[in-house]
């Protein structure tokens, strides 16, 4: 693998998913994800009143109080890393542990606990001490293959290195843990007790891969279930809109049928109203036409002999317009005045009723 890829995924691992920087006192919590002790102790205190609280990463519910984060394990495996991360720099390219050439570390030694050079990997397999060790590569350092074998010392009994793990109490102990505090318990070497429970552990992991592998088989099928669910939503709102759009055509042709109905009926009224309305035009501009003249022909003919050649055919026209017949307006018909849209008003009420998505076969 690319070295660079390597350092990128490095610097990653070692990341607290909470402050975004590098971890400082990682522990962990019930669920197995790592933070700041520091982070944690803040994120207990915004919910001190309740006592519980959601991981930020998974969401799992626990229960530590500010006070009790101390006592939340350490995660070793991410010390382990940490240790890859040389000088606090915020790159991470690991040095050489072994030499003080400050060389970029290739790899580790699992039986040395240091990251060693290519310098101080050939040396190891020249030495007859160390040939024999095991050099893990870069890439299995950040996989967890890179275990630290460094000596744990009791917390209780100062220099002594804990060797042996008590099963009565399920605890780590040194031998003056077994001589005080353990008398007639069953203990065994931490070597041995590690191999059995990794057993154990292991057999679980078979265990809980199987159900992760149900789980993806699970979420499979609920997505395929999902995109199911979104086509047949996507189908029926088409058949929704083209039902939608098949009525609002036929509401439309109706539109047009009916106006075109109540054309048809108002057509002999507007005619036969259109023709008395021009005849009554004419006829008054005719009368005021001949008004007109005839006031004119009193009022400014300075010539009497004038006035009197033409008052004869004022005087028969004006009798003429006098005399014509007014006929009384014709009435609007009542088929046209009684006209009305007639629907069953009970079906448009309930129109909305009548329509809906339903569940049942057909």
């Given at each position: 693998m690319d070295k660079t890829n390597i350092e990128e995924?490095?610097?990653?691992?070692?990341?607290?998913?909470?402050?975004?920087?590098?971890?400082?006192?990682?522990?962990?919590?019930?669920?197995?994800?790592?933070?700041?002790?520091e982070c944690l102790v803040g994120l207990a205190s915004r919910?001190?009143?309740e006592g519980k609280w959601p991981c930020p990463q998974c969401k799992m519910v626990v229960q530590v109080s500010p006070a009790e984060v101390s006592s939340l394990k350490v995660n070793f495996l991410m010390n382990t890393l940490l240790s890859v991360v040389t000088?606090?720099?915020?790159?991470?390219?690991p040095q050489c542990q072994m030499c003080t050439s400050q060389d970029h570390a290739k790899g580790g030694c699992t039986d040395c606990g240091e990251l060693v050079c290519e310098a101080c990997i050939a040396s190891h397999k020249r030495m007859r001490a160390t040939q024999h060790h095991h050099i893990a590569s870069l890439d299995e350092v950040l996989n967890g293959g890179f275990i630290m074998?460094?000596?744990?010392?009791?917390?209780?009994h100062k220099g002594e290195v804990i060797k042996l793990f008590c099963d009565t109490c399920d605890c780590l102990i040194c031998k003056d843990c077994l001589i005080v505090?353990?008398?007639?318990?069953?203990?065994?070497?931490t070597d041995f007790v590690a191999d059995r429970e990794k057993k154990i552990i292991k057999g679980k992991i078979d265990e809980v891969s199987k159900m992760g592998n149900d789980l993806n088989e699970h979420l499979a099928s609920v997505r395929a279930a999902m995109r199911k669910v979104e086509l047949k939503k996507h189908s029926m709102n088409e058949v929704v809109d083209q039902f939608i759009d098949k009525?609002?055509?036929i509401l439309q042709n109706l539109r047009i049928r009916l106006k075109t109905e109540i054309q048809l009926v108002f057509q002999k009224d507007s005619n036969q109203l259109t023709a008395k309305?021009?005849?009554?035009t004419a006829r008054i501009e005719h009368v005021c036409g001949g008004v007109d003249f005839a006031e004119k022909v009193c009022d400014q003919t300075v010539n009497e002999a004038d006035f009197l050649s033409i008052k004869k055919d004022v005087s028969a026209q004006l009798t003429a317009l006098a005399e014509q017949h007014i006929e009384e307006p014709e009435s609007v018909s009542g088929e046209t005045m009684n006209l009305r849209l007639e629907y069953d008003k009970n079906y448009w009420a309930v129109a909305d009723e009548k329509l809906s998505v339903t569940t049942k076969a057909k």
């Open positions: 995924r490095l610097q990653k691992e070692v990341e607290c998913p909470i402050c975004l920087e590098r971890f400082k006192d990682p522990r962990v919590l019930p669920c197995l994800h790592t933070f700041c002790y919910y001190k009143t000088n606090g720099s915020k790159s991470a390219k074998k460094q000596p744990l010392y009791c917390l209780k505090d353990h008398k007639g318990h069953d203990y065994n070497f009525q609002i055509t309305e021009i005849d009554l």
